[in-house]
Structures are given as C-alpha cells and as structure tokens.
C-alpha cells in the first residue's frame, strides 16, 4: 500500500500541472504531425541494390546488363545465395528478384513482375527505393529496354509493357506514415519520460523531501522503484496516444509485439533517468543529461541517419541502442510477420542492468544527512 500511495504521489504531481499535462498530451500530436509531414520528403543517398536473377535465359542477363550499366559505384550488383541474411543485416537497401521465364514473357509482351524486397534496417531508404522504381517502371512504357529488335530500334512499339514493380499485398508498409511510426511512438515517450525522471531525486533533493521520507522511514528502495513505476506510466500513455493516432491514419501495426515494445521502451527510460537523477548534482546538471540522451538517441536510432552510412564503430554503437533494436523489431514484424524473442535480449538485459545500477544508486545516495 505504501507502495502504492508512493506512484499516486509521483503520478499526481505531474498530472496536476496543467502545463505537463499539455506536453504530455502535444508531445505526441507534434511528433506525429512532422513526422508525416516534414519527412514525406526523405531523399534517397547510400542505396546498395541486389539483384537476384532466376531467368535461365541468356538474353535476361543481357538486359539485366544494360540496365546495371546506367549506374556507378556497386549501387546495383548481383546478390549471391545468402542474400536473405545480407538482407536483414543492412547490407543491402533492397533485393530485387528477377522471376524464371521474365525474358521470354517480357518479349512475348506480356506483362510481367519483379519482386522487390526491402531491408528492415534502414527502411527508409527501402521506401525512397521502392517509390523511385515503381515511377521509373510506369515512365519505361515504350522504351527501348523492353522490345525484342532493343538492339536495332531506338525507340519500341507501345505494345510491349514495363515490368510492374511489386511487394505482395503489404505495398502500404513502405508508405511514410508507417515507416515514421516506430521513432514518433517511441520517441516521443523517451523525450517526455527523460525529461521528468532525470530531474525527479534532484528537485526532491532541492526542495528538502528527500530528509522529509528519510525522517518518515521509506524504504530506499521502494522510493526508487515508485519512480520508475510512475514514469513508466507517462511513457505507456504517451506511447498510446502516438498509436492511437498512427491507427486513426491507418497504419498497420502488430498491436500485440508493439504492447510489448512500450512496455520495454517506457521501463529502459523511466530507469536510466532515475539513475541520472541520483548522478546529477544539481537540476541544470539534470537537464542537460536529458536533452543530451535524447539527442543521442535518436541519432543512434537509424531514422535521422541510416545505419549504412554510419562509420563502423558508431554501427555497433547504434546497432546497441535499445531504439534503434524496437524499430528493427517493429519493422521486421511489419514487413515480415516475423520477431523473434532474442532480438528484443538486448533491450530486456539492458533494462535490467539499468535498473540494477538504479537500485545500487538508491542505497550509495538516498542515505540520512
């Protein structure tokens, strides 16, 4: 019970204040809103395309060819038998499979498909991608590529039609309202859960409540323990709000994997800015590790930077950071249906340490003056 009153007194000082209640509400909306604006116009850069050829017939790889040659610097090249794993690591941007018998189909003019498969590591160059060439594709109408005389003719009859570009039945996926979902959802909880629970113990400190429950005999540890509890309220709330609007325009999520995801999300934060709160000496000193964790955060995420064009050392970094491991998660579950449970270790052992060095903080600091 204790316990109890100790979250309700946490949680109701920070619902009380009409202004926390406004940015805990806004936060969210705003992020939204220039996600799905502002970033509708992500351009493409740093694009590694595979191409997987099952067309048996000589003259495929003739057109594969001259299409390859248009490009400079390895952005599009052959993908050998592992590209499924290179895939999921980042290597490539984008698989593109040439199906069997696409020659022949092609200059028999009939309508054919390739099939293109986007990486789930930086998905947004993915998306850029699949726009790009799904554009280029409907302009080749006519061209010269797609006609069986391409050699003696400039220009071919209409009657041979461009290959369409295809993504099975999930093509809304790559859209940019789903592709910004997983950093406004988490991101959003991150900045406003940072932004209280690093200056929590300081301004308890400060305003001499930290002597007042020492005097009263709270347990240390469930005094921390409240804390983290309490923030991890706000940020489920926040991350609830966010997806609820992303639901409202449409987005496909996988409702039970992203629960999960903010429950991880919201406890990682709620504990590491406690335990900044116990490290800073004073609010200034909270603040600027707030503002500075978030920061960095949404650097390492892979959303504002892609993880490919990061040097390698920052990679691990990146690859490391518990937003950029529940984007992974929550996009690969999009794209794929698919997530396995040791994907989201890295998260789960991270926020277990954090919380245990938040605990050990609780009994080196909170102690009688």
């Given at each position: 019970m204790q316990?109890?009153r100790?979250?309700l007194?946490?949680?109701?000082?920070?619902?009380?204040s009409?202004?926390?209640v406004?940015?805990?509400?806004l936060?969210p909306?705003?992020?939204v809103?220039?996600?799905?604006?502002?970033?509708?116009?992500y351009s493409?850069?740093?694009a590694?395309?595979?191409?997987?050829?099952q067309?048996t017939d000589?003259?495929s790889?003739?057109?594969v060819?001259i299409?390859?040659?248009l490009?400079?610097g390895?952005?599009?090249?052959?993908?050998g038998p592992?590209?499924?794993e290179?895939?999921?690591q980042?290597?490539?941007?984008?698989?593109?499979v040439?199906?069997k018998d696409?020659?022949?189909d092609?200059y028999?003019a009939?309508?054919?498909?390739?099939?293109?498969?986007?990486s789930p590591?930086?998905?947004q160059?993915?998306s850029?991608m699949?726009?790009?060439f799904?554009?280029?594709?409907?302009d080749l109408?006519?061209?010269?590529?797609?006609?069986?005389q391409?050699i003696?003719y400039?220009f071919?009859?209409?009657?041979?039609?461009?290959?369409?570009l295809?993504?099975?039945?999930?093509?809304?996926?790559?859209s940019f309202?789903?592709?910004?979902?997983?950093i406004a959802v988490?991101?959003?909880?991150?900045?406003?859960i940072?932004?209280l629970?690093?200056?929590s113990?300081?301004?308890?400190?400060?305003?001499g409540?930290?002597?007042?429950?020492?005097?009263?005999?709270i347990n240390r540890v469930?005094?921390?323990?409240s804390?983290?509890?309490?923030?991890t309220?706000v940020?489920i709330?926040?991350?609830l709000?966010?997806?609820?609007?992303f639901?409202?325009?449409?987005?496909e999520?996988p409702?039970?994997l992203l629960?999960v995801?903010?429950?991880l999300n919201?406890f990682?934060?709620?504990?590491?800015g406690?335990?900044?709160?116990?490290?800073?000496v004073n609010?200034?000193v909270?603040?600027?590790?707030?503002?500075?964790l978030?920061?960095?955060?949404?650097?390492l995420?892979?959303?504002?930077v892609p993880?490919?064009?990061?040097?390698r050392?920052?990679q691990l970094?990146?690859r490391l950071?518990?937003?950029?491991?529940?984007?992974?998660?929550?996009?690969?579950?999009q794209?794929y249906?698919?997530?396995?449970i040791g994907?989201?270790?890295?998260?789960?052992?991270?926020?277990v340490?954090?919380?245990?060095?938040?605990?050990?903080?609780t009994?080196?600091c909170?102690?009688?003056?």
């Open positions: 316990f109890l100790m979250v007194t946490d949680l109701k000082r920070i619902f009380k009409r202004i926390s406004l940015i805990i509400v936060v909306l705003l992020v809103l220039l996600t799905t604006v502002l970033f509708s116009s493409l850069f740093n590694r395309i595979g191409v997987v050829n067309d000589p003259l790889r003739f057109t060819g299409i390859m040659s490009f400079r390895g952005t599009i090249s052959y993908a592992d590209y499924q290179r895939l999921l980042g290597e490539y941007s984008a698989i593109v040439i199906p696409f020659t022949k092609l028999a009939k309508q054919t498909s390739i099939r293109f498969i986007p590591v930086d998905l160059i993915s850029a699949y726009q790009l799904k554009s280029m594709f409907e109408q006519g061209s010269p590529f797609f006609d069986p391409v003696r400039l071919a009859s209409p009657g041979y039609p461009a290959p369409k295809i993504m099975s039945e999930r093509e809304e996926l790559l309202k789903s592709l910004l979902t997983p988490f991101l959003c909880a991150a900045f406003v940072l932004a629970s690093c200056t113990i300081v301004m308890d400190r400060e305003s409540l930290t002597d007042l429950y020492l005097s009263m005999k469930s005094y921390t323990v804390k983290i509890a309490a923030f309220t940020g709330v926040e991350s709000i966010a997806s609820l609007l639901l409202l325009l449409k987005v999520l409702i039970g629960l995801l903010i429950l919201s990682f934060h709620a504990a590491l406690v335990f900044l709160s116990y490290m800073a609010t200034h909270a603040n600027l590790f707030s503002l500075s978030v920061v960095i955060s949404f650097f995420s892979g959303m504002i993880i490919a064009s990061m040097p050392v920052i970094f990146s950071s518990p937003l950029f491991v529940m984007n992974y998660a929550l996009r690969k579950a794209l249906s698919t997530v396995k994907e989201l270790s890295i998260v789960i052992i991270m926020s340490l954090t919380f245990t060095m938040t605990i050990a903080s009994m080196l909170f102690r009688r003056r």
